[in-house]
């Protein structure tokens, strides 16, 4: 740079020379060559069309070769009998699960045992998930108390659990108090098993911080430990709402007055196929609104993995 | 008057029960008057962190005393501020929030602690980001936020246990800056800085000890006779920093090579 006597001369120097710089548009990336995708095209993409014309195509397929029993017809490659022919007394249609899905939405008699299977598997959700969040965290946290007990939860988990629904309706009853105790059961291993083993996965240096800063225990597991569990306590929930109305489906077939599962057991033992399949469906549109609404709770509670999984760094 | 902190005759052996008990810390006696900051440097496992766990409250010496403003250390205390070499950032809790962390555990209100976490943001050059959650933030960042996590709480000893040592150069120096200057407007807290880089314990304090390989001991206790406030990235290459650091290297290569 040139010297110069005043300041202000010195600085317009500086201007001239960044200038003529800047001039050469050769040597600077030319930012408005990127142009800005429309609102439109943005939407456009996120709606994916090609993905979601396929996604209606294959359902459409599937429907055409249910109704049309193509299906039931059997295959049997290399005589091999991969797909049995069923007989017309067992095919059950698309059309008439929907005939029975529109009958039932007046029937109290329906919205009735809807009732008793949902409270069934809420209470067993509730209560089996509950459980074994606590005996998980504690399990966790105090290593001597999981020795002590560890052998004998082990074994428990052990057993096919729905090898014990006879014994449990004897106990318990055959009405919901035996269908809440088998889906207690099922859904306590799912929760206590990955949230104990998540605890010790918990950043040691968390719980050293927390302790010099003078953390209670009660004060560490709210502070450190639920929080830093609430990924694996999540998807053991996920599982759990599903098993739990896997659970009281089970145990209504086994022996119950009331509820879709017996429902659904009476249906297909008399041929009603098409009212057995519409069953189903609205029991696994029970699991997906379980599913869906611990999905929320997740993203709510889980909102800082978020910008993590983008890999959003600020750099300073 | 009492002395900030004071080790008589501490000795740590980890492992006792019979299996393989390794002696930690032999035998040590450190006296450090409030106000003071002192570095300790030493080789890996010299004992360096395990003193300052003992000055936490977090584990108890096997023999000896360990005494903060002259009484008996019993547990964590308000009054003691520690911080680790990593940042142990709670990865779900915004900057603002881990800066709020010891003041909650504390029982201090929402809003004092609040106001309390945004001076140490703007203290510490973080406007901005007291939203981010740290996987967000830069190490640079991150390390600040937990320095700001420590001093929150205003405690009067400051406990480091190698709390820049994961940077790169240059942000070190910058925060390094940042530091010695929160330091200098503190009055009369003392620090207790465990590190193994030599300029920065020369730099930062106002004495420096060398501890031996394991079994750790005091090899040596200097007193760094610098100026204050200091101007580090300067200090750097002022001759007599040179030659004090010179001074300690001799008696810390023993130690290492």
Known sequence: ?316 | MTNAVELENVSLVFGGEGNNPVLAVDTINIAIPAGQFVAIVGPSGCGKTTVLNMLAGLIPPTSGSVKRNGKEVEGPSRDVGYMLARSALSPWRTALRNIEMGLQIHGVDKETRRKRAHELISLLHLDGFADSYPSQLSQGMRQRVAIARTLAIEPNLWLMDEPFGALDAQTRLTVQAEFINLWERSGESSVIFVTHDLEEAVLLADRVIVMTARPGQIKSDTIIDLPRPRIIDELRFDEKFKEAEHRIWKELRDEII
Not at chain 1, 6 to 21: A, F, G, K, L, V
Not at chain 1, 40 to 65: E, F, H, N, S, T
Not at chain 1, 166 to 193: E, H
């Open chain 1, 1 to 316: 740079m040139k010297s110069s006597d005043t300041p202000s001369s010195d600085q317009q120097n500086d201007q001239s020379t960044y200038s003529q710089e800047s001039d050469s548009a050769s040597e600077r990336f030319d930012m408005s060559s990127i142009v800005e995708v429309p609102r439109w095209q943005r939407i456009l993409k996120a709606i994916d069309l090609p993905v979601q014309l396929m996604r209606i195509g294959l359902l459409v397929l599937i429907l055409w070769a249910w109704e049309s029993r193509t299906i039931f017809k059997g295959w049997s490659p290399f005589g091999f009998e991969l797909f049995p022919e069923i007989i017309p007394l067992f095919q059950g249609v698309p059309s008439e699960a929907w005939d029975f899905l529109v009958d039932i939405w007046d029937d109290s008699l329906f919205w009735g045992d809807f009732w008793v299977t949902l409270q069934e598997a809420l209470l067993g959700f509730v209560i089996g998930s509950g459980s074994g969040f606590l005996v998980g965290l504690l399990l966790g946290s105090f290593r001597k108390v999981a020795k002590v007990f560890s052998p004998f939860l082990i074994f428990t988990n052990a057993v096919p659990k729905i090898a014990l629904a006879p014994i449990l309706i004897l106990w318990y009853g055959v009405d919901i108090a035996s269908k809440v105790a088998l889906a207690t059961i099922i859904v306590f291993f799912i929760v206590q098993i990955p949230v104990q083993a998540a605890v010790s996965g918990v950043d040691p240096d968390l719980d050293v911080v927390a302790t010099s800063m003078g953390a209670t225990q009660f004060q560490k597991f709210r502070f450190v430990v639920i929080p830093g569990i609430l990924g694996p306590l999540f998807g053991a929930l996920r599982l759990s709402s599903i098993y739990s109305i896997l659970a009281v489906v089970l145990g209504e077939f086994i022996v119950s007055k009331r509820g879709l599962g017996q429902r659904l057991l009476y249906e297909t033992n008399n041929f009603g196929m098409g009212k057995a399949i519409g069953l189903i469906t609205i029991l696994a549109g029970l699991a997906l609104v379980f599913n869906a609404i611990i999905g929320m709770m997740e993203r709510r509670f889980l909102r800082w993995q978020d910008s993590e999984a983008r890999g959003k760094v600020i750099s300073l």
